[in-house]
Every structure is written in C-alpha cells, then in structure tokens.
C-alpha cells in the first residue's frame, strides 16, 4: 500500500489543475518529501500549475510555511493546501 498525502487547490490553482483535491503518493522507500521537491513534482503532473506556483503559499495541516524553508517536509497523510496569491483590483 502506498503512502499518500492530500493536496488542496484553492483558486487559480485550482483552476489549472481542474480539480479541488487529489492524493499524491510519496516517493518509493521515502517517508516524506521537501517543499522544493513537492514544488517540482506538481509543476511536473500540472503544466499550467508551474506559474502559479512562483507565488503561492504552502499551508501544512492548515499551518502556513515558508516555502524556501528546507527543513519543512510533508508526510503521509498530511494535507497541503497550494494558496496562490490574490489578485486585487
């Protein structure tokens, strides 16, 4: 059985991905995975993700992190909400 978390889309993002949520498996033989490389693997399954991506908000558990902080990493069953920033006007 493989280990998976959530991801939560929220506005634009949702709109590139076209969907609300979707589990993600965790690499083979791995517990968890970094920001950067959660950043990489999305941008790969969701090609109109990559530029949104740039600018949004992580939030783990619903507590927001930082996205260049190398020590935060996801886990099996966490749920990762990508947050894009909002657009005023």
């Given at each position: 059985?493989?280990?998976?978390?959530?991801?939560?889309?929220?506005?634009?993002?949702?709109?590139?991905?076209?969907?609300q949520?979707?589990?993600?498996?965790?690499?083979?033989q791995?517990?968890?995975?970094?920001?950067?490389?959660?950043?990489?693997?999305?941008?790969?399954?969701?090609?109109?993700?990559?530029?949104?991506?740039?600018?949004?908000?992580?939030?783990?558990?619903?507590?927001?992190?930082?996205?260049?902080?190398?020590?935060?990493?996801?886990?099996?069953?966490?749920?990762?909400?990508?947050?894009?920033?909002?657009?005023?006007?």
């Amino acid at each position: 059985m493989s280990k998976e978390f959530t991801v939560l889309y929220f506005a634009s993002a949702r709109d590139a991905t076209n969907v609300q949520s979707e589990k993600i498996s965790l690499p083979p033989q791995s517990t968890s995975i970094s920001l950067e490389n959660l950043t990489i693997l999305l941008k790969r399954r969701h090609e109109k993700l990559a530029p949104i991506l740039e600018n949004s908000l992580y939030a783990i558990n619903m507590e927001y992190v930082e996205n260049d902080d190398q020590t935060i990493l996801v886990k099996e069953g966490d749920e990762v909400a990508v947050i894009p920033p909002v657009s005023g006007g």
